[in-house]
């Protein structure tokens, strides 16, 4: 039974920083490409980052690129999310998810095979 499991979310002020990780069990990990997601109150679930299998890929969107990343330990089965100087447009629930594709990282949703539960970010101004 494949488990991902976010922890790290909390309360931050503007400009502040968190870190996020993602504990996963039930499946090789260092065969799958890791991202994060994030829901804000009444959008959709965005890509916000993403790492390849072994680490030597990383894409970032936009909005995140400069203040976000991601690393990830394979022997500790294990992602992280660093988020830097963060604002109240970040506030959102973070999911991390698993995608089985042998090289780079995807942005879509349906691409992914393995989702977490999330854990709720949220910046006060």
């Known amino acids: 039974q494949v488990q991902l499991v976010e922890s790290g979310g909390g309360l931050v002020q503007t400009g502040g920083s968190l870190r996020l990780s993602c504990a996963a069990s039930?499946?090789?990990?260092?065969?799958?490409?890791m991202g994060w997601f994030r829901q804000g109150p009444g959008k959709e679930r965005e890509f916000v980052i993403g790492?390849?299998?072994?680490?030597?890929?990383?894409l970032y969107s936009d909005s995140v690129k400069g203040r976000f990343t991601i690393s990830r330990d394979n022997e500790k089965n294990t992602v992280y999310l660093q988020m830097n100087s963060l604002n109240p447009e970040d506030t959102a629930i973070y999911y991390c998810?698993?995608?089985?594709?042998?090289?780079?990282?995807?942005?879509?949703?349906?691409?992914?095979?393995?989702w977490g539960q999330g854990t709720q970010v949220t910046v006060s101004s």
């Open positions: 998810a698993a995608d089985r594709r042998p090289t780079g990282v995807g942005v879509r949703k349906r691409g992914y095979d393995y």
């Open positions: 039930g499946l090789t990990f260092s065969s799958y490409a």
């Open positions: 790492i390849s299998r072994n680490g030597d890929y990383i």
